[in-house]
């Protein structure tokens, strides 16, 4: 029985003990978290429910629409929505009301309290702390208004099903799903020796929705996923490789529900990897050098093998451990459990199982509590769990890590949220955690409710005797929840 | 106003610009940094309207030259600048096009690297260049200052970490922490936790200031607001010496617009953030240099969706009543085909560092090799403050 090792692996693979849970962890601590490494069965039932990617499509397509038709050429869009079957009276609808802009903010509020409220009462939070890790590894961020629907579908379809299973499925997901075509550009890339190109009258209409007619090469994607995805931005690649991938994965697109579907109560039902589509007509044809590798001529197959590949190189490896150590054990991860992790990785295929097996066998990741400080999301939800609360109303739990700095699925770039203490260890962001924490527990706190048991019950041996003291010492038992959920060991895992 | 977090600043608990020697003769200049990220389109923000190339080289992009706002011959500026463009026509503001850092790879992150770090190659230190110079502030100028950065963001970019210490503020949707449980943590943090003491250290003491400002609200693009904040900060006697604000959203890679459209909003929402800070910055404007720089420009021609990619040459802003405006600072090198750096960039032909070296050392009294690292063999630009 190793109370302390409970309450680490729960603070650090986890997302924090709920009260009670340390006693069902303490008995075997390494097998609790290995135990979570393995592909869920089925997602969680709130997860499971939220819309699919071409619902997400045209949930954007919809608000666009809107604005367009009270725009300046509302009118000719009129005309042409007209011309496309779509009824005078519905366009009338769409662009008196401001309903959709409504309707933006309520997916989104109910998206992430999908993910919240799973991260609140999981049995599985390992599994659930790897789903983030991932998710913003690839990052699909709304801060791209475009991409603004996006997050969730990618997140339940591209990560979800492949967190501990193979990287390289997950990486061909990644590249495949509408939601990162969509943020990094590559669904309008098309390759300047493409048909489409040569011939540009036979571009077929493509549907509706933002964005002009593509005529030419996006490297965006291609340059992030040798950047941010797979070798790192050290991992011995030049511009022409950024080319050349690009070039591979040129005609890598999404199919657009038509114009009347953004109209009226239409659903869309397609998944990301239904909604793909490979356009010959857009691909840039010929052989490509990647790499040192040549890539002969093979439809959608030439960037599926590419993609492989790139999962297999001993850079991706070394990415990949170096950010998994860096997530779990430390800020500057050390050497040696980055080489164990890499090899791990490698041995395997990229068995993301084998690879966290690896993680948690390292004697770093038990060495030292609370050397990570947490995210600002992380921070509520171990907060939720050590206050048994499982749920929370739509939009409460994302407007409370807005506040404190972290607003969910909007990181600034396609490299996502830091992982480390620097940006969140701020003068600013520590004192909205304070405020926030005050608010939470001005609602919380009643005189039976203890906060020195609580601490204890969901950090053991961990709870400082400096941490305990503040806490009853205080002038309420409302200060003495503020201070717990303030103190260092609460902010730290 | 906020007294309990002012009582908090008076009782001592922390100090942040608040005097920590009584004594002396202090710098009242003031150095702001405005850090647009995602590589804004200087082309679009400053047109070479009278290059004969112009034209066609930018294609849909290309503004119509009776819209743009006048600055000489060659250039003007995007029509959203208005405020910058009176600043310019009173010698307040100076453009530089053609400029760069030594980056000449096209990742945001790796250019933005480099433009914090003020080094030659990405990742080459963990420390901005803005920090080494308030580092190597003259002493008399550090004097009586225990912070002598201030980043207006949640978490202070790299351009402001490192050795000297800096504090950050941001306005906050949440209501204010009681002052006696602030007090009793920041007791336990003392105890067991310095890095939470210092942050929460910086924390008590901002707010007392920032929210002189009025009307300070959390959300939204606009940056009017946060430079409003700042100058709260820079006009007091012992404020920053230097402040950081970040702007993003100049990643244009489609639907750019010209002269409206995406870019022309943001160019707006800047435009109204330097006009703001030069208002309620009030007397201290005389001596304040703003700089507003990006990590580099975009390709001159448009993509196939009406934007455009990571480029070089870009164009950066020097305003403040310090500064020797009403010029374009530029060695043009052209937009003609033959005239680009690899067939599609505006060539940079100003190293970024020379006006950045030029503006520590004149403004803030600096020549410290440490700030711009291998940086000897470029000279800093002469000349670009008054008198």
Redesign the interface.
Do not use: I, M
């Given at each position: 029985m190793s109370l302390d090792q409970a309450a680490l692996a729960a603070n650090r693979f986890g997302f924090g003990a709920r009260p009670g849970e340390l006693r069902s962890i303490a008995g075997d601590p390494v097998g609790w978290v290995k135990a979570q490494l393995t592909p869920e069965r089925a997602p969680p039932a709130v997860i499971a429910a939220l819309p699919p990617a071409e619902d997400d499509v045209l949930a954007f397509g919809r608000f666009y629409v809107s604005q367009r038709l009270q725009g300046e050429n509302g009118e000719r869009m009129e005309q042409r929505l007209e011309r496309q079957g779509v009824s005078r009276e519905d366009i009338q609808r769409l662009s008196t009301e401001d309903a959709f802009r409504q309707h933006f903010r309520a997916r989104y509020d109910n998206a992430t309290k999908a993910r919240l409220d799973t991260a609140f009462a999981t049995e599985r939070p390992a599994f659930e702390r790897l789903v983030h890790f991932w998710s913003n590894h690839f990052t699909v961020s709304a801060m791209k208004p475009q991409a603004a629907a996006m997050p969730p579908s990618f997140e339940k379809e591209a990560i979800r099903p492949h967190v501990g299973g193979r990287f390289a499925d997950m990486l061909v997901a990644s590249t495949k799903h509408p939601g990162m075509g969509i943020y990094l550009d590559n669904w309008s890339s098309i390759g300047p020796n493409s048909r489409w190109a040569r011939e540009p009258r036979s571009m077929p209409r493509l549907g509706f929705g933002p964005g002009g007619r593509p005529t030419g090469l996006n490297e965006n994607l291609g340059r992030e996923i040798l950047e941010l995805h797979t070798l790192g931005v050290n991992g011995g690649y030049a511009q022409a490789d950024v080319q050349a991938l690009a070039a591979i994965i040129t005609g890598w697109t999404y199919d657009r529900p038509p114009a009347r579907y953004y109209f009226g109560d239409e659903k869309g039902t397609r998944s990301g990897a239904q909604l793909f589509s490979f356009v010959n007509d857009a691909h840039e044809p010929g052989a490509k050098t990647l790499l040192g590798k040549s890539y002969p001529p093979n439809g959608v197959a030439q960037g599926e093998a590419a993609l492989q590949d790139l999962a297999r190189r001993p850079a991706t490896a070394r990415f990949i451990a170096t950010k998994l150590a860096r997530h779990y054990i430390a800020d500057t991860p050390p050497p040696a459990a980055v080489d164990r992790i890499a090899q791990a990785f490698t041995r395997s295929d990229g068995d993301l199982r084998a690879t966290m097996t690896a993680l948690v066998d390292s004697p770093e990741a038990w060495a030292s509590p609370f050397v990570k400080f947490k995210r600002p999301e992380e921070y509520l939800i171990s907060v939720m769990r050590a206050l048994d609360i499982k749920t929370l109303p739509p939009g409460v739990g994302a407007n409370a890590c807005g506040a404190m700095g972290q607003v969910i699925w909007r990181a600034q770039g396609p490299d996502g949220w830091a992982d480390t203490s620097g940006p969140w260890l701020s003068g600013d962001l520590v004192w909205k955690r304070i405020e926030w924490a005050e608010a939470l527990a001005q609602r919380v706190s009643r005189a039976d409710v203890d906060p020195a048991s609580i601490g204890e019950a969901v950090l053991g041996p961990l709870l400082s005797a400096e941490t305990r003291q503040a806490v009853q010492r205080a002038e309420s038992p409302m200060q003495g929840m503020v201070i717990l959920l303030s103190s260092p060991e609460f902010q730290r895992r | 106003m906020n007294l309990s977090r002012r009582t908090l600043v008076g009782a001592g608990a922390a100090s942040l610009f608040v005097p920590a020697l009584a004594f002396g003769a202090t710098t009242s200049k003031r150095l702001v940094v405005v850090v647009l990220?995602?590589g804004m389109d200087g082309l679009a923000a400053a047109p070479p309207v009278g290059d004969p190339a112009y034209a066609s080289a930018r294609g849909v992009l290309a503004q119509q030259k009776a819209q743009t706002l006048a600055l000489d011959a060659t250039f003007a500026l995007h029509p959203r600048f208005e405020n910058l463009h009176a600043m310019y026509r009173a010698g307040d503001a100076a453009v530089i096009h053609a400029t760069c850092t030594p980056y000449r790879?096209?990742?945001?992150?790796?250019a933005q690297n480099v433009l914090e770090t003020g080094g030659v190659r990405?990742?080459a230190r963990n420390a901005g260049w803005l920090n080494a110079a308030l580092r190597a502030l003259p002493a008399e100028r550090a004097a009586g200052r225990r912070e002598l950065g201030l980043?207006l963001?949640?978490?202070?970019p790299l351009i402001l970490?490192g050795d000297a210490s800096v504090?950050?503020?941001?306005p906050?949707?949440?209501?204010?922490?009681?002052t006696?449980?602030?007090a009793?943590?920041m007791?336990?943090?003392g105890?067991?936790?310095p890095?939470?003491a210092?942050?929460?250290?910086?924390?008590?003491a901002?707010?007392g200031i920032a929210m002189d400002g009025a009307g300070l609200r959390?959300g939204g693009r606009a940056i009017a607001p946060v430079t409003k904040a700042a100058a709260q900060f820079l006009k007091l006697p012992q404020g920053p010496v230097a402040a950081v604000v970040e702007m993003?959203g100049w990643d244009t890679?489609?639907?750019q617009g010209a002269e409206a459209g995406q870019l022309a909003n943001n160019f707006a929402l800047l435009d109204q953030g330097l006009a703001a800070l030069k208002s309620d910055l009030g007397e201290t404007w005389r001596d304040t240099v703003v700089v507003v720089m990006t990590e580099f420009g975009r390709t001159v021609a448009p993509?196939?969706?009406?934007g455009c990619?990571?480029g070089t040459g870009a164009a950066a802003f020097l305003l403040g009543g310090a500064v020797r405006g009403g010029r374009v600072i530029a060695d043009w090198p052209g937009l003609a085909p033959n005239q680009l750096n690899e067939g599609r960039d505006l060539r940079a032909t100003t190293d970024l560092r020379a006006v950045l070296k030029g503006v520590v050392r004149d403004h803030l009294g600096v020549s410290d090799a440490n700030a711009f690292p291998d940086s000897a063999a470029v000279r800093p630009v002469d000349g670009l403050l008054k008198g």
């Open positions: - | 990220r995602g790879e096209r990742s945001h992150f790796d990405p990742y980043a963001a949640q978490q202070a970490r504090a950050t503020w941001s906050s949707p949440l209501p204010d922490a009681n006696d449980t602030v009793r943590l007791d336990l943090y105890r067991r936790d890095g939470l210092t942050a929460l250290q910086s924390a008590v901002a707010n959390a993003g890679h489609a639907n993509n196939g969706n009406r990619d990571h």
